[in-house]
């Protein structure tokens, strides 16, 4: 039986962390035997909200070290930068034609900006018709995503509807896979992890990193000296514990009493999660030492995958222009 397509991507913003591998990295490794995948470096989404390019290379190269390290397989999935392969942008422009403003104007994430106060602009507007086109340019059937990017899909298949009524069915609406990973908070206790927030643990952070961000992590303001009582399950770093400690339930609940009732401090609870996350970690960091050291190998996959990517997103564009009657 022929394997179904998934299509998904990330910006090049660097190394990645810990948020990216729960959120998607590790799902996306595990579906690599049961899907056609195609997994992209969104170069050009990079641009919505960044003017700085001078170390985009750098970057791009970044993530597909840590895509490798995280378990994702050449052999198995088409690796390659977005901007490498032009039909997106071409694809982009002919899905604008037919997109109302109406549709953009109501995305969850441009909303967003335009309350925060962000300068906004026409690719940031348009933002989800150059995603609608990543995804259909290759005609994928499945989309891996959280919960918080479902409206982006339904307007990629509200996209593909309308095209396949104006000029013949060329595009599947594709259907969510919806990661189940858990989420976790940024070391701020605050806000999702991200760069921008400087709130991340890379997965490439080294041991002394990791345990001076962990011994920064937001607590419980409540819980000063020790022997004050704790809130386990509201503080942050009882939920790494449970995310990332090979626990029993029974393990679990002690540390969560031994908070409650003031014998657990703070500090001793973050040094074990600091040993935790490095011995969890430790096989990642290994594994992207070796992998950064052959850049021409990096850069034979990024070409390899171009070309994989390039013979798909020529043969979808052959057909559009052929039922658009443009195939002049």
Not at 67 to 96: M, N, R, T, Y
């Amino acid at each position: 039986m022929k394997k179904k397509r998934i299509l998904s991507g990330m910006r090049p913003s660097g190394k990645l962390h810990l948020g990216n591998y729960l959120g998607a990295l590790s799902n996306w490794a595990k579906l690599q035997d049961e899907y056609d995948c195609f997994f992209m470096i969104a170069d050009w989404h990079a641009l919505t909200d960044r003017t700085e390019t001078s170390y985009i290379r750098e970057d791009i190269e970044d993530v597909l070290i840590d895509w490798l390290a995280a378990g994702l397989d050449p052999e198995k999935s088409v690796l390659f930068v977005q901007s490498h392969v032009k039909e997106h942008a071409e694809l982009h422009l002919i899905f604008s034609m037919i997109t109302p403003i109406s549709w953009l104007e109501r995305c969850p994430t441009y909303k967003e900006k335009i309350e925060q106060g962000a300068a906004t602009n026409y690719g940031l507007l348009g933002y989800p018709v150059l995603q609608a086109a990543d995804i259909l340019v290759y005609r994928a059937e499945k989309v891996p995503v959280g919960e918080d990017q479902l409206p982006h899909l339904e307007l990629t298949r509200e996209i593909a509807r309308k095209f396949n009524t104006l000029y013949g069915k060329i595009f599947p609406e594709p259907e969510p896979i919806l990661s189940h990973s858990p989420r976790i908070m940024g070391i701020d206790g605050k806000r999702k992890m991200g760069k921008s927030y400087n709130n991340y643990i890379a997965l490439s952070d080294p041991p002394e990193v990791i345990r001076k961000k962990v011994m920064s992590m937001f607590t419980d303001p409540t819980k000063i000296y020790m022997g004050d009582p704790g809130h386990p399950y509201e503080c942050n770093v009882y939920a790494y514990h449970k995310t990332f400690g090979n626990y029993k339930e029974k393990e679990l609940e002690e540390m969560a009493l031994s908070c409650k009732e003031g014998r657990l401090g703070c500090a001793s609870c973050k040094k074990k999660l600091s040993e935790i996350l490095i011995e969890y970690l430790t096989p990642f960091r290994e594994k992207r030492k070796w992998i950064e050291k052959d850049k021409g190998k990096i850069q034979e996959i990024l070409a390899e995958g171009k070309e994989k990517a390039k013979e798909v997103a020529l043969s979808t564009l052959k057909e559009v222009r052929r039922v658009m009657k443009m195939d002049y």
